[in-house]
Each structure stands twice: as structure tokens, then as C-alpha cells.
């Protein structure tokens, strides 16, 4: 079966960093894989995605301050989160696209 699992969440101040892992198993990676994100009280937002062969695309809101990339060898995808803002604070998901499988996502928070 397929599973992705998510790691490298925390508390981080503002203008730090933090860099999420999404380990995948099964015979989807070759697919694009993405990062989404939830706030408090909002709802789920794409957040990144990155081809096989490492084409990426970024939401506005984080574009400028966030890299995905992934290591093949490993069969993982990474989400580098610089300059984190309060507004960051969501729990990220990620999740291999056109596909409905999700990890079961690990929570980043921003605050002082």
C-alpha cells in the first residue's frame, strides 16, 4: 500500500526555519508529489509541488520563502520553510497529486 509520512514539524519563532519530510512508499513517487497546508480555522491550501524530474510551483504566498525539492534514491520529498511567519502556522500535509493519498500531517507553529 501506499504511505507517506511526514516529519520535521515544531514551534519555530518568526523569521526562522524549519524543513519538512515526506517519506513516500509504494509505487507512486515517480508521480508529482505536493505540499498542502491547513491554518486554524481556515481551510486546506496547496502549498507546493514538484515533478519526478523537478519542475516545482509555489502559492503566491509562499513563493520567494519555501523549496521543495526530493531525493528519488530516498523516495522522499522535503519542504524547506525560511523567513516562517505567524501566518505559516498551519498543519502540513503531503500528498501524491492527482491521487487522493495524504500523510497525516505534522503541525508547524509560528509564534514568539
Known amino acids: 500500500q501506499v504511505q507517506l509520512v511526514e516529519s520535521g514539524g515544531g514551534l519555530v519563532q518568526p523569521g526562522g526555519s524549519l524543513r519538512l519530510l515526506c517519506a513516500v512508499s509504494g509505487s507512486f513517487f515517480s508521480n508529482n508529489v505536493g505540499w498542502y497546508r491547513q491554518p486554524p480555522g481556515s481551510q486546506r491550501e496547496w502549498v507546493a509541488t514538484i515533478g519526478r524530474g523537478g519542475t516545482t510551483y509555489y502559492s503566491d504566498s509562499v513563493k520567494g520563502r519555501f523549496t521543495i525539492s526530493r531525493d528519488n534514491a530516498r523516495n522522499t520529498v522535503y519542504l524547506q520553510m525560511n523567513n516562517l511567519k505567524p501566518e505559516d502556522t498551519a498543519v502540513y500535509y503531503c500528498?501524491?497529486?492527482?491521487?487522493?493519498?495524504w500523510g497525516q500531517g505534522t503541525q508547524v507553529t509560528v509564534s514568539s
Open positions: 500528498k501524491i497529486m492527482s491521487t487522493d493519498y
